[in-house]
């Protein structure tokens, strides 16, 4: 298997260029830049990421917005995820689009946002997702396929019946970023590394080694 491992390919193809001294002052803006460059280059499911907390633990979710006041993800409350989070804040996310060989590394603090906005998020999912996510069992062991299609076609009945009904533990996340680094392969293995810290004063860029 080693063998096997090690003829495979990595940064294969073209990739595009990454010029740190044009890099905008804030991050998310570089970072919507980037995403908008995956989404051109044909790279699926850019806005997957992995959202790594404490435990530790780690799992790929969607990002459901950017902004200056950071990266934005939903959840349940009760799943696994969320109740570690509110036992403690800290989050990295990781962003890897190999058709560039670019990672952007997010580190910093998940705060839930107010009820009436994780309402919102909730109700703009579509009927189906909205299905499962009331059912609030995630990741507990499941006994069959027969109890999980039973569960999911009640919760349908249910969300059909009273459209405006909103999971109460349904929460929208705001990942406020301390750091984020900007990650471009190169063939030769002169990879580009930004990092961009957020100070007092806002924030910093420095290069790093790769
Ligand atoms: C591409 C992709 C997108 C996903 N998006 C979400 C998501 O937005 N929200 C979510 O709760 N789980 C999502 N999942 C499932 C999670 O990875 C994970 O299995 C689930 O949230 C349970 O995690 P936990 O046990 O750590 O709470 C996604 C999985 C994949 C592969």
Not at 24 to 41: G, I, K, N, R, Y
Not at 50 to 78: D, M, Y
Not at 153 to 170: K, L, S
């Amino acid at each position: 298997m080693r063998d096997y491992l090690r003829r495979l390919p990595v940064f294969a193809g073209d990739l595009p260029s990454f010029d740190p001294a044009a890099a905008p002052p804030q991050p998310h803006t570089l970072f919507v830049e980037w995403l908008m460059a995956a989404v051109d280059a044909g790279v699926r499911e850019p806005h997957a990421m992995t959202l790594s907390t404490a435990g530790p633990h780690a799992r790929v979710l969607i990002l459901k917005n950017v902004g200056e006041s950071g990266w934005q993800f939903a959840a349940h409350a009760a799943s696994p995820k969320g109740q570690e989070l509110a036992r403690d804040s800290a989050v990295a996310l990781t962003f890897y689009w190999s058709l560039q060989g670019r990672q952007i590394r997010v580190r910093g603090h998940a705060h839930p946002e107010p009820a009436a906005t994780s309402a919102a998020d909730f109700l703009a999912r579509p009927e189906g997702s909205r299905a499962e996510a009331s059912l609030g069992c995630q990741s507990r062991p499941l006994t069959d396929r027969a109890t999980l299609d039973r569960a999911v076609t009640e919760a349908g009945r249910r969300i059909a019946a009273d459209p405006a009904f909103v999971v109460p533990e349904w929460t929208l996340y705001t990942v406020a970023a301390e750091e984020v680094e900007f990650w471009q392969a190169d063939k030769q293995r002169k990879h580009t590394r930004l990092r961009y810290t957020r100070g007092p004063g806002g924030w910093t860029r420095t290069l790093l080694w790769p």
